[in-house]
């Protein structure tokens, strides 16, 4: 079963494609005009996968199901500001969601992260005299290490906010808290790693200080102190 998110953006090709495929197809599209268009290319090439009307956000409105073995989005969440926590949301869910997956990249080898771990707890208790626990510390750096950069230390603003959202999505808020309340000291520790300066270091210092998520569509701009 294929899960095609934004479908009517090509006219249905993707899902048409997969149908013809073998695929058992659902594609959802919140334009009406583009489904009906791709409704249409669909009869024509003699397939009948499942379209459904509807807000690729809020797929839980929708009832789609599960069960899925392969999702897909050419570009949709993700060109959607109000989109963008979904799409996380749905890459963080994924293996919930699939009961396999049909195509899977190789494993990355697992990075042992216990070194940059001590690194970080060592910089932060000689640099503020915090001592955080260290499974708080755990629980950031194996976050962090999820998330695509060209280095592990690399810290953009993308990366930290997607970080923020999978710690607040992932855990209960008390946990999350504890998690979320070194990652201003954590960036720091990154820009001096990479030795980042100017604009690119001030913008990943002003999106690690937005480092609370309240479960909503955007980033809650509460500060910690």
């Not at 190789?106 to 990075?111: C, H, L, Y």
Request: aromatic letters at 8%; charged letters at 25%.
């Amino acid at each position: 079963m294929a899960l095609d998110l934004g479908c009517g953006t090509s006219t249905g090709t993707g899902t048409i494609y997969l149908a013809t495929h073998g695929w058992d197809v659902t594609a959802i599209d919140m334009v009406a005009k583009a489904l009906a268009t791709a409704r249409r290319n669909a009869t024509a090439a003699g397939v009948t996968p499942c379209f459904i009307h509807g807000d690729v956000i809020r797929l839980h409105e929708l009832g789609t199901g599960d069960g899925y073995t392969l999702l897909v989005d050419f570009g949709c969440l993700r060109n959607l500001p109000e989109g963008l926590a979904e799409h996380f949301r749905l890459r963080q869910r994924a293996r919930a969601l699939c009961e396999s997956f049909t195509v899977a990249p190789e494993p990355r080898p697992q990075q042992d992260l216990n070194p940059i771990i001590e690194d970080f707890v060592t910089w932060l208790r000689d640099r503020d005299g915090r001592r955080p626990e260290r499974e708080d510390i755990a629980t950031l750096a194996d976050t962090w290490s999820h998330l695509s950069g060209p280095g592990y230390y690399a810290c953009s603003p993308y990366r930290i906010e997607h970080a923020v959202i999978l710690v607040a999505d992932g855990y209960v808020e008390k946990y999350a808290e504890a998690v979320l309340d070194p990652l201003p000291q954590w960036v720091e520790w990154c820009i001096e790693c990479t030795g980042l300066t100017g604009e690119l270091a001030e913008r990943a210092r002003q999106a690690a200080a937005n480092n609370r998520w309240d479960g909503s569509d955007g980033m809650d701009l509460r500060r910690t102190e």
